[in-house]
């Protein structure tokens, strides 16, 4: 991304903000923004992924998890999508808070995902974190499709079993098509996820909060006046 002053993309995400709570078409109000704004694609591409309008923002972060609770209830895992998100974390791409709380990446690395040294990294900040809370039980659900899924799951379990916690991985053919999302929590930032379930938990970002130390590219969270979140918002853990 350029070296441009953050105001610069804050203005064009207010913009973006206003022109979605407006109802205004997704797309094309990102590229008006975008072009009025001269966005880069790396720019563009933050506000798409982080920028939604007010109603849409609150509806999920209302559900998303906070304090405990979710240590005692089935804990099922977006696998791909909270692994690839840690792996960005240490690889250092940009990551992003989006205007419904929720942590994401632009790595955009599903299809191409392999695994390396980096993935067993990942399952090191996973499972240190998963160890210390111990939740009751978990499922992690790995994409199909993608190359070596099945050796993910295998890792998963491996992990899972050294550590005594109560649980399985597995792969699916479209992982969002078995998550109980009326049941339980739900551990992903995908945005499909986020709008079916009745509990979310930002896992990923809960991992690099308590093994990291790191920086947003961007922050969209400020975008919903405080005094809105007052009384639409559950605490969060540690921000």
Not at 182 to 197: I, K, M, P, T
């Amino acid at each position: 991304m350029k070296r441009r002053p953050l105001c610069r993309l804050y203005q064009a995400a207010s913009q973006f903000f206003y022109l979605q709570n407006q109802c205004y078409p997704r797309e094309s109000a990102l590229q008006w923004v975008g072009n009025r704004c001269d966005l880069t694609g790396t720019e563009r591409e933050l506000l798409q992924r982080g920028v939604f309008s007010q109603e849409t923002a609150l509806r999920r972060r209302a559900k998303r998890c906070a304090g405990s609770d979710w240590q005692q209830q089935l804990l099922v895992v977006d696998g791909h999508n909270v692994h690839i998100t840690l792996e960005s974390a240490l690889l250092g791409r940009f990551l992003l808070i989006g205007n419904d709380g929720a942590l994401r990446d632009l790595a955009g690395q599903s299809a191409a995902f392999k695994f390396s040294q980096v993935s067993e990294m990942a399952m090191d900040l996973l499972f240190s974190f998963l160890g210390e809370f111990r939740p009751n039980r978990i499922l992690f659900l790995f994409d199909a499709p993608l190359s070596r899924s099945g050796h993910m799951a295998e890792q998963y379990r491996r992990r899972l079993r050294s550590l005594g916690l109560a649980g399985e991985a597995r792969t699916a053919p479209v992982p969002e098509h078995e998550f109980p999302c009326r049941e339980g929590v739900v551990a992903s930032s995908d945005r499909a996820v986020l709008d079916a379930s009745t509990a979310w938990l930002d896992l990923a970002r809960w991992v690099i909060d308590f093994s990291l130390s790191w920086q947003a590219a961007a922050d969209f969270t400020t975008l919903i006046p405080v005094n809105v979140l007052v009384h639409k918002e559950p605490g969060y853990h540690w921000s």
